[in-house]
């Protein structure tokens, strides 16, 4: 069992930065994902970021690429999600989520998943 918690989301203004940090606790291996996804009001959760665990692979989707990062301290067992240049568009409830069983961006392949942290970028 993999426990999640999400922190530090907020109110921004567009062309500002987030960090938003995921706290595991549980079994974690090198063979784990770690996955940011994000859902708006209305809208299917969407990919945004993948990393293994052993951080020799990354993911991002096509709309945060250059602009969010995504990384891990494996010592304090925390992933992070860097966001800059926050658009408008950005705005939704962001998860993150770990898996063991395979490398992947869609949400089914996901085991466990945090309570959510809610991102609000002003124009």
């Known amino acids: 069992q993999v426990q999640l918690v999400e922190s530090g989301g907020g109110l921004v203004q567009a062309g500002g930065s987030l960090r938003l940090s995921c706290l595991a606790s549980?079994?974690?291996?090198?063979?784990?994902?770690m996955g940011w996804f994000r859902q708006a009001p209305g809208k299917e959760r969407q990919f945004v970021a993948a990393?293994?665990?052993?951080?020799?692979?990354?993911a991002y989707s096509e709309s945060v690429r250059g602009r969010f990062t995504i990384s891990i301290d494996s010592a304090k067992n925390t992933g992070y999600l860097q966001m800059n240049s926050l658009k408008p568009e950005d705005t939704a409830v962001y998860y993150c989520?770990?898996?063991?069983?395979?490398?992947?961006?869609?949400?089914?392949?996901?085991?466990?998943w945090g309570q959510g942290t809610q991102v609000t970028v002003s124009s």
């Open positions: 989520a770990a898996t063991s069983l395979r490398w992947s961006t869609a949400p089914r392949h996901y085991d466990y």
């Open positions: 549980g079994r974690i291996s090198s063979r784990d994902v």
């Open positions: 990393i293994s665990w052993s951080r020799d692979t990354t």
